[in-house]
């Protein structure tokens, strides 16, 4: 028996956020090159050859040097994996290797140079600072939204800066010895990666923190939902929409079938989505949370003395 409450319509005010998207569900507003130049393309390509260089010219194949810079630029590598197919939307998931990598990267460990070396704690605070973005990376792939919708809730970091551990590894990169030179490239690298990521969060920011939606009021159903606006919308765009009900994150697909404009309104278009594919997972939801809100306005309406 088909649900007779599924289009119930209730006027609700939420926190929403919507953004245009193609046909396949990519954002539109997401561009490579607004990401990441291609001087800074060229730029990362360089370091990496330069890294590989000092590393198979300055150190010898023994040296517990050479292993530790060789893994951590290897952990760059694997961020920058990650990174550069979040760039272009595509989930790293669907790539062959994606298992293998992940398991391969889970295998590293934090290098014991603290009592070794003066530049130790700044060699483990790359290695956990590297960690962490790449923690963040997987979160975001293992957390999308069929793949297609990333998001980055947590907050930027600051870049990784050598002198808050070493305040002269910059000169002694200067001098000519190889450790600093290779921490120095190492942190060039990963700091260029840093930025790129801090764009890829900004440029996701509107969806992935719900502090920053707009209350709108809406005529919300299961089906779908309305509401007035001043800015137009192309008929059948589809667009990716957010909204927290009480304390559900929703994200839904929807498409936009009507697109009125109105005449003696407060507001230019009343816009109608249907959503499309919800699951009815959300669907109840949605449902629940109308019958909620529609009990608490009627008991707003009840007289405080039928109460007591």
Not at 259 to 270: E, P, S, T, V
Request: charged letters at 30%; hydrophobic letters at 40%.
């Amino acid at each position: 028996m088909a649900n007779v409450r599924r289009f119930f319509r209730y006027d609700v005010e939420v926190p929403l956020y919507f953004e245009t998207v193609d046909d396949l569900g990519y954002v539109l507003k997401v561009n490579r090159k607004k990401l990441i130049s291609e001087q800074e393309e060229a730029h990362l390509e360089h370091l990496n050859l330069s890294i590989k260089e000092l590393l198979s010219d300055a150190f010898s194949a023994e040296s517990d040097a050479l292993r530790i810079f060789y893994m951590l630029n290897h952990r760059i590598n694997y961020m920058a994996w990650l990174l550069d197919d979040l760039i272009d939307q595509i989930d790293p998931r669907l790539r062959s290797d994606y298992k293998f990598r992940l398991r391969e990267d889970h295998k590293h460990r934090l290098p014991d140079v603290r009592n070794e070396s003066k530049v130790g704690p700044l060699i483990e605070g790359f290695f956990l600072q590297l960690t962490d973005h790449i923690h963040e990376l997987i979160e975001s792939v293992e957390n999308s939204i069929d793949g297609k919708i990333f998001l980055f809730p947590r907050k930027i970091k600051p870049n990784f800066n050598e002198r808050d551990y070493v305040k002269n590894l910059k000169e002694l990169s200067d001098k000519g010895i190889a450790p600093a030179k290779a921490l120095i490239l190492l942190i060039e690298r990963l700091n260029l990666y840093e930025t790129i990521l801090g764009r890829l969060k900004e440029a996701y920011h509107s969806i992935s923190d719900p502090e920053t939606w707009s209350v709108q009021k809406i005529n919300l159903s299961a089906g779908g939902f309305s509401f007035l606006t001043n800015q137009k919308f192309e008929n059948f765009a589809h667009m990716n929409v957010f909204m927290q009900l009480d304390e559900h994150i929703l994200v839904c697909r929807g498409k936009i079938v009507l697109n009125k404009k109105l005449k003696n309104a407060d507001f230019l278009y009343r816009v109608a989505v249907e959503f499309e594919f919800l699951s009815n997972e959300h669907a109840q939801k949605i449902t629940l949370f109308e019958q909620h809100r529609e009990l608490q306005d009627a008991m707003k309406m009840v007289p405080d003395n039928l109460l007591n």
